[in-house]
């Protein structure tokens, strides 16, 4: 009886596994809701990238669960060789309840640069997007206000000087952005604490990771944004504390906060040079501020007549 006893005490006290986790009946029906016949097919990636890592093996089952149910709203795989999104380990300080402080491995949700492109795609407004790494002697004129000029046949050396992103919408407005590495390391160790100390995945792919850099801000600051990219870009490089991504901490992120529509519009009409810009801008946003677009029209009249 005592033997019995102790053996059933142990059983549950062992800690659950996430394949134990990802084995139950709910969590099985919740993934099938969000990706029907794929649900399968996505919980056995997942299991391979926990698998695959001691550290994920060890991390919390539930913020395992939360990336990989972000992953699945956002209908991206989880992947390391595809590069749409990643569910990556951390450690997380907390207070037991005796008040000390402790660390245990949590699960971060982290978007590739593919997984943005792929939601941009989506959306059906882009005609094109991308981002490549610019190499000594290619740029040719950088000036943030009125665009940089690239020639990509005028590469001198394999140096790569940094990096650019450009979209096109199918409006016709487009927008090009440029970061030297040096922006980018300046960056990554700003916000990235692990690349503060020589490790992790800026360290090991960094033009992964300037690529993303780049795509993102890029997004953020200048694309009109369907609600699936909101919040790609809210939640990435955050654990996500509840399947929604309602509850999001940020570790090891610079923590982006979509600005309000208003504000957005504001920041992409000062990036219009001419009345044209203007309204390629207005016909894709119809009807949302329609006071801002004529102030930023009677500016620029005002300046093409002085």
């Given at each position: 009886m005592s033997t019995e006893l102790t053996k059933t005490n142990t059983a549950i006290s062992k800690p659950l596994t996430t394949k134990?986790?990802?084995?139950?009946?709910?969590?099985?029906k919740k993934f099938e809701s969000l990706l029907g016949q794929k649900a399968q097919g996505f919980i056995t990636s997942v299991l391979?990238?926990?698998?695959?890592?001691?550290?994920?093996?060890?991390?919390?089952?539930?913020?395992?669960?939360?990336?990989?149910?972000?992953?699945?709203?956002?209908?991206?795989?989880?992947?390391?060789?595809?590069?749409?999104?990643?569910?990556?380990?951390?450690?997380?300080?907390?207070?037991?309840?005796?008040?000390?402080?402790?660390?245990?491995?949590?699960?971060?949700?982290?978007?590739?640069?593919?997984?943005?492109?792929?939601?941009?795609?989506?959306?059906?407004?882009?005609?094109?997007?991308?981002?490549?790494?610019?190499?000594?002697?290619?740029?040719?004129?950088?000036?943030?206000?009125?665009?940089?000029?690239?020639?990509?046949?005028?590469?001198?050396?394999?140096?790569?000087?940094?990096?650019?992103?450009?979209?096109?919408?199918?409006?016709?407005?487009?927008?090009?952005?440029?970061?030297?590495?040096?922006?980018?390391?300046?960056?990554?160790?700003?916000?990235?604490?692990?690349?503060?100390?020589?490790?992790?995945?800026?360290?090991?792919?960094?033009?992964?990771?300037?690529?993303?850099?780049?795509?993102?801000?890029?997004?953020?600051?200048?694309?009109?944004?369907?609600?699936?990219?909101?919040?790609?870009?809210?939640?990435?490089?955050?654990?996500?504390?509840?399947?929604?991504?309602?509850?999001?901490?940020?570790?090891?992120?610079?923590?982006?906060?979509?600005?309000?529509?208003?504000?957005?519009?504001?920041l992409l009409l000062s990036d219009c040079q001419t009345i044209e810009d203007v309204e390629m801008l207005e016909n894709s946003l119809?009807?949302?501020?329609?006071?801002?677009?004529?102030?930023?029209?009677?500016?620029?009249?005002?300046?093409?007549?002085?």
């Amino acid at each position: 009886m005592s033997t019995e006893l102790t053996k059933t005490n142990t059983a549950i006290s062992k800690p659950l596994t996430t394949k134990d986790f990802f084995s139950r009946e709910d969590i099985r029906k919740k993934f099938e809701s969000l990706l029907g016949q794929k649900a399968q097919g996505f919980i056995t990636s997942v299991l391979q990238v926990v698998n695959g890592n001691n550290l994920l093996k060890n991390a919390d089952p539930m913020s395992v669960y939360n990336a990989a149910s972000v992953a699945a709203i956002l209908d991206l795989p989880i992947n390391q060789n595809l590069g749409f999104a990643y569910i990556v380990p951390y450690n997380e300080s907390y207070r037991d309840e005796q008040g000390n402080w402790k660390k245990r491995q949590v699960a971060q949700f982290q978007m590739g640069y593919k997984g943005f492109i792929q939601l941009a795609q989506r959306s059906g407004q882009f005609k094109t997007i991308s981002a490549a790494p610019i190499y000594e002697g290619q740029l040719v004129e950088s000036n943030p206000l009125t665009g940089f000029v690239f020639d990509f046949t005028k590469k001198t050396s394999d140096k790569v000087i940094g990096y650019a992103g450009y979209f096109q919408l199918l409006n016709g407005f487009e927008k090009t952005v440029y970061a030297t590495v040096d922006e980018l390391k300046a960056h990554g160790k700003k916000y990235s604490q692990t690349f503060k100390t020589d490790k992790g995945i800026w360290v090991d792919n960094f033009d992964a990771m300037a690529t993303k850099t780049v795509i993102k801000l890029m997004l953020s600051k200048f694309a009109p944004l369907s609600i699936e990219m909101q919040k790609a870009i809210t939640l990435d490089q955050g654990v996500i504390k509840d399947e929604t991504g309602d509850d999001v901490q940020y570790i090891d992120h610079e923590e982006v906060v979509i600005d309000k529509e208003e504000e957005r519009v504001k920041l992409l009409l000062s990036d219009c040079q001419t009345i044209e810009d203007v309204e390629m801008l207005e016909n894709s946003l119809p009807e949302i501020y329609p006071n801002l677009f004529a102030e930023r029209k009677e500016q620029l009249t005002k300046k093409k007549g002085k």
